[in-house]
């Protein structure tokens, strides 16, 4: 038996992964234990939880892979700072003492972090590195259905590299072509998920559904000014506009002049049709970069599959359009796409590429992404009992039923079962569930639930045996990463739309399912599979009984700025604190108004914007 732990840290989004002789055995961020979004700081908690998970101490532990490889990204730091002195002074002396303190000397600071777990670890031999751009293509080839794909990775930087292209066959990854840093378009996104007022390496999904409620009107400028598009879609970014290389902030006054509007403020400025017209234009232009990309390789490599990864491949409507332009036969999207996939990839590419295992069977490999802890009956009735929770007990059967109609009649639901998911998406196991046919739904939940900003749109958990009779989908999208139209006789079209802006296209019906139908008649689709989630998959198909609908508003059971919950009291918390109608956990069920009032707190404010 070779069992392998996987971390990735230090950046953001900290993780931990076990994988036993090839199989993963258990995945989860750090930010769900320490309640910390995108927590960056070593995953202790997460580490903890995958050794008992699998039941074996990290004495035990064969390898220890790390995702990236902290020599190669302090020369990159030194050599940007050298490229660009005297400007980014001030970034550099402040960012030296934590590089000298622990990122330099990496593997004896990890070392010593690692005997927390276990005092008979001693073996500082077992720690590995791998590269990070290697990290998350591995993380995306080796679970993938594929025996042969080409890999494309998109981020903001790892090492050196922003965007490299590998191609797996079997159990061999070979790394073949790299676009280096300042030139990223995992940065180039990120810097107008600044410009616009939201947070980096957080805010980019806000930017991506705000777009449609733009129109691309400044595509040319950043086209003629900002970023270089080759035929075979490498690029190059004017660095005049961009701070991010050296600064202490993404763009410079250049950038906002260039647009004629300085950085939003969150606080005090509103989100105006200007802001959705620059998130229109700039998700234009990463569609067409991605688009150029995927054809000419596709072209000159003729190999069917693709495998997405790194954060750009979370662009679900970017990917929709490479399979609605049938640029590949099918791509697989790894679900935890951004760093935290890091720690998968690493440990997964080690399995493969060092030890030389084969790989014996092509199907997806990441159990729907149900990865991290889950907790039994007798485990959450204690829980409650605890909580001072007042609660019922059901069996299942009568549970589906139950819960199905609390739906149809418009109740919100927390949702509680099962694994949690690994990624940032809610698939089933820690989501708040709601009735997709109801017009005022969208805004209830943006605005009462989970208190966030009203232009954001809600997915869609879809019978996957339904899907193709809802959406314009062929294709499985297990893991919400892909965006399909609502079909044409699902849609109700309106003259209205033509003379309505911004947030007002809100207000129109759109679809029979308008509370998951997007401005553009689009949606981010969830395919919920009987064999990957069958209690999920039973609910779905009691409420389509009810209701002739096979779909349920999906959101992460979460409030803005909070990590998704991961223990009971973290979900009976979310429930009291906000205006979820009902709370299930497992075989139990929970009403609002059966509920002690002075277990509620003030929720809104507790999480900082995100």
Known sequence: MTSI?????????????????????AAVQEERFTRKKNDERYPFNSIEFVLSEGNIKLSEIDYIVFFEKPFLKFERLLETYLAFAPSGFKSFRMSMPIWLREKLFQKKFLFEKLKQHDDNFKDINKIKFSEHHYSHAASAFFPSPFQ???????????????????????????????????HSLGLLYSAFTYYTGFKVNSGEYKLMGLAPYGNPIFKDKILENLVDIKEDGSFRLNMKYFNYATGLTMTNEKFSLLFGNPVRDPIKDKITQFHMDIAASIQAVTEEIILKLTKSIRKEYNIKYLCLAGGVALNCVANGRILKNKIFENIWIQPAAGDAGGSLGA????????????????????SGSYLGPKYDNLTVEKNLIKLDANFEKLDDEKLMKTVAKELSQNKIIGWFQGKMEFGPRALGSRSILANPTSETMQKELNLKIKFRESFRPFAPSVLSEEASSWFYLENESPYMTLVAEVKDDKKIKSDLQKNLFGIEKLNLKRSSIPAVTHVDYSARIQTVHKDTNPRYHNLISEFFKLTNCPILVNTSFNVRGEPIVCTIEDAYKCFMGTNLDVLVCENFILYKEKQINENKENYKDKFKQD
């Open 347 to 366: 440990a997964l590419g080690y399995w493969f590429r060092e030890l030389s295992n084969p790989r014996k069977e092509f199907k997806d490999k990441m």
């Open 5 to 25: 732990l996987g971390i990735s840290a230090f950046y953001h989004d900290s993780a931990a992964t076990l994988i036993v002789d090839g199989e993963i055995i």
């Open 148 to 182: 042969e794909a080409v890999i494309l990775t998109l981020d903001g930087v790892g090492e050196w590299a922003t965007t490299t292209l590998a191609i797996g066959k079997n159990n061999n990854l070979k790394m073949l072509k790299e676009i280096h840093f300042p």
